[in-house]
């Protein structure tokens, strides 16, 4: 199985700071990682597949870059509503893996 | 729109039964591979299983597999899952996703079901 790793696994930011997660993949999986918005007692909302294609409706202060094993997801500008957990997700082959969450807190 | 709607979670007691249902609407069901994602309380998310547009194929994650069974009804436009020989690992929030096309990721989610194993 393809292992995920997110770092940090969790974060103190201010409204206004550039936030960057990380996601490390245990083997190359191409540009096949998608990243997740999951807030308390909901479901998660999909941010960015194909490592970097923004999905519809997603402000653009998201953004996903890197290719093979390494990945960011980036918050330009933190906003209150971005406070959330976030979640990596590789795509490249079954069995289908999330990396373990980073939370993004209030400082 | 798109509304993905999970039913069936409930208490069951260890090596029981449960089967979940996702009924999907305001997109063409039979043309989008879905799958199902759980979540443990207070734990990350997992994915367990997925089936293709027209039931032929299906995944499973190696913690379920050959005890859960996933399957569709596309003209009732609604996915299932019948799981069996439960365990209290198996305790967890359940949704249903839709697989976007092109890719296994997932555009639309259902609000989930909560399934809980216990005595």
Redesign the interface.
């Known amino acids: 199985d393809i292992q995920m790793t997110q770092s940090p696994s969790s974060l103190s930011a201010s409204v206004g700071d550039r936030v960057t997660i990380t996601c490390r993949a245990s083997q190359n999986i191409d540009y096949?990682l998608?990243w997740?918005q999951?807030k308390p007692g909901k479901?998660?909302?999909?941010l960015i597949?194909?490592a970097s294609s923004l999905?519809s409706g997603v402000p653009s202060r998201f953004s996903g870059s890197g290719s093979g094993t390494d990945f960011t997801l980036t918050i330009s500008s933190l906003q209150p509503e971005d406070f959330a957990t976030y979640?990596c997700?590789q795509?490249y082959r079954?069995?289908?893996?999330?990396?373990?969450?980073t939370k993004v807190e209030i400082k | 729109e798109v509304q993905l709607v999970e039913s069936g979670g409930g208490l069951v007691q260890p090596g029981g039964s449960l089967r979940l249902s996702c009924a999907a609407s305001g997109f063409t069901f039979s043309n989008y591979w879905m799958h199902w994602v759980r979540q443990a309380p207070g734990k990350g998310l997992v994915w367990v299983s997925r089936i293709n547009s027209d039931g032929s194929g299906t995944n499973y994650a190696d913690s379920v597999k050959g005890r859960f069974t996933i399957s569709r009804d596309n003209p009732k436009n609604t996915l299932y899952l019948q799981m069996n020989s439960l365990r209290a690992e198996d305790t967890a929030i359940y949704y249903c996703a839709r697989g976007e096309v092109g890719g296994s990721y997932y555009g639309y989610w259902g609000q989930g079901t909560l399934v809980t194993v216990s005595s």
């Open positions: 096949y998608n997740y999951q479901a998660p909302n999909l597949y194909s999905q979640y997700q795509s079954i069995p289908l893996t999330f990396g373990g969450g």
